[in-house]
């Protein structure tokens, strides 16, 4: 299922950031407001930055679809929408965010010290 966001009118919302991930991919959402009868107006700001280069931003017109690459050097990036009404935004790509990673590195760990032990406790029966 798509992650979807509603973003209050007039309010800078987040609605993706992404922590240390280098890996390039195109960053594609669809925004509506939530009241039919209404207009799509706002405004979409992506911050992006890595440890080599300094912090940049770019800042574009909300659109119904949108569309913002994010490349290898982006290992800071977030995506911020400041919509002129209550405005409801679904993505349509999927993304590694920062708590996924962090339960990503956990795995790893956990796998990784159980390999170790394995050997040790093998070891210690034999």
Not at 67 to 94: H, L, M
Not at 104 to 113: E, I, P
Request: positive net charge; charged residues 25%; glycine residues 8%.
């Amino acid at each position: 299922m798509a992650r979807e966001v509603i973003c209050p009118r007039g309010a800078r919302t987040r609605v993706l950031h992404i922590v240390s991930d280098s890996i390039p991919q195109s960053v594609r959402f669809t925004a509506e407001p939530v009241e039919a009868d209404r207009t799509l107006e706002g405004t979409v700001d992506v911050e992006r930055g890595g440890s080599v280069f300094g912090r940049k931003s770019e800042r574009a017109s909300l659109a119904a679809r949108n569309e913002f690459r994010k490349g290898f050097f982006d290992s800071r990036y977030a995506v911020f929408i400041t919509p002129a009404q209550d405005t409801r935004v679904v993505f349509q790509s999927r993304h590694v965010t920062s708590r996924m990673l962090f339960v990503a590195l956990a795995v790893v760990v956990v796998l990784g010290a159980v390999a170790g032990l394995g050997g040790f406790i093998v070891r210690s029966l034999g």
